[in-house]
């Protein structure tokens, strides 16, 4: 089965380092879940692996 491997994500706006070498694995059939306070990059990594944006590296 296919689960989700993000290895080294990185994403930046200009300097602010929105996301800093991120590596986690979802496994299929896991109910998983995705925490941190505001401001933490959650929104900028589920949109990174979903595709919607690109990431500067990773």
């Known amino acids: ?3 989700i491997d ?7 706006y200009g300097s602010l ?4 070498d991120l590596t ?3 496994l299929p059939g896991r109910v998983t879940g995705f925490l941190g306070p505001n401001g933490a990059g959650k929104s ?3 949109r990174l692996v979903l595709g919607l944006d690109r990431p500067t590296s990773g």
């Open 24 to 26: 986690f694995r979802v």
């Open 6 to 12: 993000v290895h080294d994500l990185t994403k930046e």
């Open 17 to 20: 380092r929105a996301v800093d």
């Open 44 to 46: 900028t990594t589920m």
């Open 1 to 3: 089965m296919t689960s």
